[in-house]
């Protein structure tokens, strides 16, 4: 999962690699850092090195080097300084970005160890500021630098925070569906229209279900499993609906010229005009590539509501730093 080049460049210096969590963690100067992956791309990384100042004072300093460190490699979009920790955000953008993404990376990652070790700046806990002790951990997907005890009050206080999260339930369903509703009828309005235009009206599933899972978390509070399930199920009724409306205009729109029809009549008649195979297939058609769009359209949503709502945050400690003697300035 990582990007290749970079597996190969953690590989090629010692630095352990962990394809499965997108991260690269290790040592250069005698500092250690983490490199992760933005899991949606594999052209975005932030690294972080956790320091604070020795016995000199380094800290206004830190952030102009930073800024000095942004305007001189190619790929580092920002960089700044919490007082305990650096954050430098890498993306790689162009067609070109493959080329020269690693070298910046690794230029970047020298500049700024050894800045670190030529102001003798100390590795810390990122919460504290305590040099003993620490290790890495990885909460929630973003990468810590924590003593024991400091991690041990941030894991109670984020577990904490999850489970009010999740016993939010289901948030507000009766506003929830309305919003759901509200959202499928603009699908249906696109569907319609696409269909008089006389193109794939199917693709409006995409905007449907997205449209649908976005109005019940506006009228519903959150999106949870329920409303999930609620969004999911209007729009796929509501896609039938469209797809009726559609039809029933094209009727209405032959016929009226030679029948004194309503749009009604027309509506209701769609059943009657399935029983020609040739309109029964392509309305089959246009539903199943709808339903289709609706399962890409929602699927990354969808996945994503459901691990907000299931209450849980995964935390866990990566490696310990000073133990394994990441945070040891002398090598
Ligand atoms: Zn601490």
Not at 10 to 29: H, R
Not at 237 to 242: H, N, S
Request: net charge neutral.
């Amino acid at each position: 999962m990582i990007y290749k080049k970079v597996k190969q460049y953690a590989q090629n210096n010692g630095f352990t690699a962990e394809d499965k969590s997108g991260l690269v963690y290790g040592q250069m100067n005698g500092f250690f850092f983490s490199i992760h992956q933005d899991p949606a791309t594999p052209a975005k990384h932030t690294v972080y090195l956790w320091v604070k100042e020795g016995s000199m004072t380094a800290v206004p300093a830190i952030t102009d080097f930073l800024n000095q460190c942004t305007g001189k490699h190619q790929y580092l979009q920002s960089a700044s300084y919490s007082g305990t920790r650096i954050t430098a955000e890498f993306q790689g953008l162009g067609f070109k970005w493959g080329k020269n993404y690693v070298p910046c990376l690794d230029a970047f990652l020298r500049d700024i160890t050894s800045y670190c070790s030529s102001n003798q700046l100390v590795p810390c806990c990122q919460s504290c500021g305590s040099s003993a002790g620490l290790n890495l951990y990885q909460i929630d997907d973003t990468e810590h630098m924590l003593c024991s005890s400091c991690y041990a009050g941030a894991s109670d206080n984020i577990q904490r925070q999850a489970a009010e999260k999740s016993k939010k339930g289901s948030g507000n369903i009766v506003g929830g569906i309305v919003g759901a509703l509200l959202g499928s009828v603009l699908g249906v309005i696109v569907w319609v229209l696409i269909y008089q235009l006389g193109y794939i009206s199917a693709i409006a599933g995409l905007v449907m279900i997205i449209c649908a899972l976005k109005g019940y978390e506006m009228l519903g509070g959150h999106l949870s499993k329920t409303g999930i399930i609620i969004s999911c199920i209007i729009s796929f009724i509501m896609v039938i609906v469209a797809e009726q409306l559609s039809v029933g205009i094209e009727i209405y729109n032959v016929y009226k010229e030679y029948y004194e029809i309503t749009f009604f009549d027309a509506f209701r008649s769609v059943p009657s005009f399935l029983e020609e195979p040739e309109i029964r297939t392509a309305v089959i058609g246009d539903l199943v590539i709808g339903y289709i769009l609706m399962v890409v359209g929602a699927w990354g949503t969808i996945r994503q509501a459901y691990k907000n709502s299931s209450g849980k945050v995964s935390a866990r400690m990566v490696t310990s730093v000073t133990s394994a003697g990441y945070a040891d300035n002398n090598k």
